[in-house]
């Protein structure tokens, strides 16, 4: 087993490489794949992007995965993980192109449009040219609470450099102070559990998805489940309830904690009122209201065979089902995740609210209709800090989901449509005759 000091060394030579393909072929502006499968094999991007990227890659999973038997103390974990994060923290983002989006739609409602009523082309954002064409037309998925924090990015970005750099600098900041929350709220969630602080700081903190995807790529979900962690270790009720609102009011997808939420406190049930008042209040303060809600239905416009159910139902139109299985297969998906969540919160009701809470968050990452590698963020530091033993099942996915997107945010899914959902089908038949135990 390698020492503390190599699995460091190893992981911060990934994060250097990883940084050094962010800086050459990262997730630019104005918008331009430039690195694909097909480029890749084409040689259109040479040797050094696509090397430092794949060995980038693997060093920085191999050392965090490695590194779980080795960690020596807490303070260990979070100084080597804010080291691997400082050269990703600095670079282009990597990964995804969403935190364009995030600007347009922040520039928006900075400018008095409903950044639900239409997709940014359509509202004049200045910087359209760098928004990913699947997103150009599509209204705002996300709630108020985080389309103000854009909208003032956005106004950094035009009172300050008056580039769009501005507003990245902005919303990177935004989500590294998503990440530091998380990290605050680590030592109170583990101490529930009785789980040691050194082995949840590594596993979430260190955990390339996070360092990619949450500090590089500055995707909101750092501010969700930042706000969704503080939330549950929280003594206080009434700040539970206005943390668990600001939480929805970032992405939909907290409101399952909310049932686990009210195990753990008793008198919440009176005062979450309090929690989506802050929300109601922000989205009529940005005059927005609850159009946020109709606008989710725009995120499932992804195919992807790393949803289960829409794999499920890509494999049935392989095999010529005469019609379109995806729209059913989803459905069903989401009638399954309703009957999950329904059990665990039964479960959890003489068990354990905090993990309830993160097999809930897990359950609607595999059951959702689409799925993106930092989905797998949100019940990371839940169920990190609640574990206390077979940590692998979670270790593995999100392994192999940090290695899914090319630096400039294309995934490899799309080039292994067919293979990828018979794969997936076949495995989830599997570890259905399997019928898995709940983790301890």
């Known amino acids: ?57 693997v060093l920085l999973i ?18 080597t993980a804010a080291l691997w994060a400082l050269p990703l923290a600095v670079v282009l983002p990597l990964g995804s192109y969403d935190v364009y989006s995030y600007a347009c739609q922040g520039w928006a409602l900075a ?36 389309l103000v924090l854009a909208a003032l990015a956005a106004l950094a970005g035009l009172s300050g450099t008056g580039s769009l750099l501005g507003a ?30 050194s082995q949840a700081a590594w596993l979430v903190l260190a955990c390339p998805l996070v360092l990619i995807h949450l500090v590089s790529g500055a995707h909101n979900d750092a501010v969700m489940v930042g706000l969704l962690v ?44 309090f929690g989506a008042g802050a929300v109601a209040a922000l989205g009529l303060a940005s005059l927005l209201g609850v159009g946020w809600v109709k606008s989710l239905s725009g995120s499932g416009v992804s195919v992807q065979w790393t949803s289960p159910s829409t794999a499920v139902g890509m494999t049935v139109n392989l095999l010529g089902g005469g019609f379109d ?27 354990d609210p905090l993990l309830g809470a993160g097999l809930a968050l ?39 989901a940090s290695a899914l997107c090319l630096p400039d945010g294309y995934n490899l899914a799309l080039a292994t449509k067919a293979q990828g959902a018979i794969a997936m089908t076949v495995l989830i038949v599997v570890v259905a005759l399997k019928r898995p135990k709940v983790p301890a």
């Open 168 to 197: 990245l600098i902005v919303l990177r900041l935004i989500a590294v102070l998503g990440v530091v929350l998380i990290a605050v709220s680590l030592p109170a969630l583990a101490r529930r559990r009785d789980v040691p602080l």
């Open 362 to 400: 897990a359950a609607t990452v595999v059951l959702a209709p689409v799925f993106h590698p930092w989905y797998l963020t949100w019940p990371l530091a839940v169920l990190a800090a609640t574990l206390r033993r077979d940590t692998l099942w979670l270790v593995v996915p999100c392994a192999v």
């Open 230 to 273: 503080a939330a549950l270790v929280t003594r206080r009720p009434l700040l539970a309830g206005v943390l668990l609102g600001l939480a929805i009011g970032v992405k939909a997808t907290a409101v399952v904690v909310v049932p686990f939420a009210l195990l753990l406190f008793p008198s919440l049930d009176r005062r979450i009122k």
């Open 111 to 146: 400018a008095g449009h409903d950044p639900y009523s239409a997709g940014v082309q359509a509202l004049g954002c200045p910087w359209v040219d760098a928004v990913a064409p699947t997103w150009l037309d599509a209204p705002a998925p996300y709630g108020p609470v985080f």
């Open 62 to 79: 191999g050392a965090w995965v490695l590194g779980r038997k080795v960690v020596p103390s807490a303070r260990w974990a979070y100084v």
């Open 1 to 57: 087993m390698p020492r503390p000091a190599v699995i460091r060394t190893v992981g911060l030579l990934g994060s250097l490489l990883l940084a050094v393909a962010a800086a050459r072929d990262g997730a630019t502006w104005p918008w331009h794949p430039t690195m694909t499968a097909r480029t890749i094999l084409a040689g259109d991007n040479g040797l050094l992007s696509p090397l430092c990227w794949l060995l980038g890659t």
């Open 325 to 351: 299985a995806i729209p059913v297969t989803r459905i069903l998906g989401i009638a399954g995740l309703v009957a999950v969540l329904a059990v665990l919160w039964w479960r959890a009701r003489d068990g």
